[in-house]
């Protein structure tokens, strides 16, 4: 079966620490991938999309994540945390065959300690 | 430009009554979704409407779920004798027709229900 999975349901991070949260999906294609973010309060936004090329994909407010098609993972990374980032991360896939249906992943929770 | 937006913010009813929550999509946006989000279970895709054609109605968990689209614009999620396990938040997103997954959908800020 199609599945999205974050394993981590929880991170607490230093500010100005580095940040990385896990991906990874069971797709019978390498799907679209993308990351969001849902700060306290506020509708999801996104923060990065992959859909082909560069493995390598930069986002807005910093963020980064890196496709690895033989881990079928996509990590989502920030090298220095701010207070700001406190919030819950979602990652999501679209197949390629079925291009609209956004399947999401359970969420990681951001904690951002001084 | 406004974004999609969603009302009410919030809304507590009691087992059995019916709700409806609407959403306003971004203008010109004929592509438009409803999502729930229950604690602890992410976000669950509910339906799709993309102008004229049929909706897909694949994620709505029961026939008490409906929801509608008019005038290719406003949508209303309609919940009929609600249920305690109806309790969460329901986002909607919308985004342009073309491009198909390239295009981001933009979600508005969601209807938190809760049913006593």
């Known amino acids: 079966a199609q599945s999205v999975t974050q394993p981590d349901i929880h991170i607490t991070v230093s500010e100005g620490a580095s940040l990385e949260l896990r991906c990874n999906y069971s797709?019978?294609?390498?799907?679209?991938l993308f990351w969001y973010v849902q700060s306290p309060g506020q509708g999801l936004q996104l923060l990065l999309k992959?859909?082909?090329?560069?493995?390598l994909v930069q986002g807005i407010k910093g963020f980064e994540a890196e496709f690895k098609r033989s881990q079928s993972s996509f990590n989502l990374r920030k090298p220095s945390v701010h207070w700001s980032d406190a919030a819950e991360y979602f990652c999501?896939?679209?197949?390629?065959?079925?291009?609209?249906?956004?399947?999401f992943g359970a969420g990681t929770t951001v904690t951002v300690r001084a | 430009g406004a974004g999609v937006s969603q009302s009410p913010s919030n809304k507590v009813t009691e087992k059995g009554k019916d709700v409806e929550l609407r959403c306003d999509p971004i203008?010109?946006?004929?592509?438009l979704y409803w999502y729930r989000q229950s604690l602890g279970q992410g976000l669950e895709f509910l339906i799709y409407?993309?102008?004229?054609?049929?909706?897909?109605k694949s994620g709505l968990p029961s026939d008490r779920f409906s929801a509608e689209r008019t005038g290719g614009s406003v949508s209303t999620l309609t919940i009929q004798r609600t249920q305690q396990e109806d309790s969460a938040v329901y986002l909607c997103?919308?985004?342009?027709?073309?491009?198909?997954?390239?295009?981001?959908?933009?979600f508005g800020p969601g209807t938190r229900l809760t049913v006593l």
């Open positions: 997103a919308s985004r342009t027709p073309s491009g198909g997954a390239y295009n981001e959908q933009f």
């Open positions: 797709y019978g294609a390498t799907p679209y």
């Open positions: 992959y859909f082909s090329g560069d493995t």
């Open positions: 999501a896939v679209v197949s390629r065959s079925n291009d609209y249906k956004l399947s």
């Open positions: 203008s010109g946006h004929t592509a």
């Open positions: 409407f993309q102008g004229n054609s049929a909706p897909d």
